[in-house]
């Protein structure tokens, strides 16, 4: 079953802000990814990390993989109306190559 | 460069129907998977092929039934079709396993009835 955290569950913020989100588990990852999903289509990955410590940039985007190696984190600088969407945090475990585990998601609406 | 095609987008089914969900990708991908998206449960791993050849259960097979038809097909069938199978299945592809992501289909958005 589930086994990552992912909060808050939604967020409604005004253009021009920033966002926070974040993603929890009892059990260590390997790799943490994240992904953003628009109404009607798949989800698309943002940014992949592979060591613990690690904070990577896209853009206006940045996470970091937490030093436990049990969760991550997104922010998301100067808000713009596209980045209305559903973010999913997903972790990969050691031994399980095909197998990731997903948050149940970040639900982010953008006021202009 | 069309990525990961799904079809259909929609499909209503009668309970105890069967169907067959068709996922192609072009990428030369090794690595195929099966998710379902439900409200508020993310993303679960139906069946995945790890590569041409081979199929394996993920969290949620029960119901389902898949084929690697070649390397750039994986098809998903209900063999009978039941309410709780009602969701947004999303088809993805990855190079070899998951060390550089996933990419996602557009997804077929299935109601049993």
């Known amino acids: 079953g589930q086994q990552l955290n992912q909060s808050p569950q939604s967020m409604f913020i005004q253009e021009g802000e920033d966002v926070s989100m974040n993603c929890t588990s009892s059990?260590?990852?390997?790799?943490w990814l994240w992904y953003k999903q628009d109404p009607g289509e798949g989800p698309v990955l943002l940014i992949a990390l592979y060591k613990a410590g690690e904070l990577t940039s896209n853009g206006r985007l940045t996470a970091q993989f937490g030093i436990t190696r049990k969760d991550s984190f997104l922010n998301i600088s100067a808000s713009i109306p596209s980045d209305v969407g559903i973010y999913f945090c997903?972790?990969?475990?050691?031994?399980?190559?095909?197998?990731?585990?997903f948050g149940k998601g970040t639900l982010l609406t953008v006021n202009p | 460069n069309a990525g990961v095609t799904q079809t259909p987008k929609f499909q209503v089914l009668k309970t105890g129907q069967s169907m067959t969900l068709q996922c192609a990708q072009d990428m030369n991908h090794n690595s195929m998977y099966w998710y379902r998206q439900d409200p508020g449960m993310g993303l679960r791993l139906i069946y995945y092929s790890a590569s041409e050849g081979t199929t394996d259960k993920g969290e949620v097979p029960n119901g389902y039934n898949v084929s690697r038809l070649n390397k750039r097909e994986f098809s998903l069938r209900l063999e009978s079709a039941a309410p709780s199978q009602t969701s947004v299945y999303f088809c993805?592809?990855?190079?070899?396993?998951?060390?550089?992501?996933?990419?996602f289909g557009n997804g077929t958005r299935l109601t049993v009835t």
């Open positions: 993805a592809s990855s190079e070899w396993g998951l060390n550089i992501g996933l990419h």
């Open positions: 997903a972790g990969q475990k050691g031994g399980s190559n095909y197998k990731l585990t």
């Open positions: 059990s260590i990852f390997n790799t």
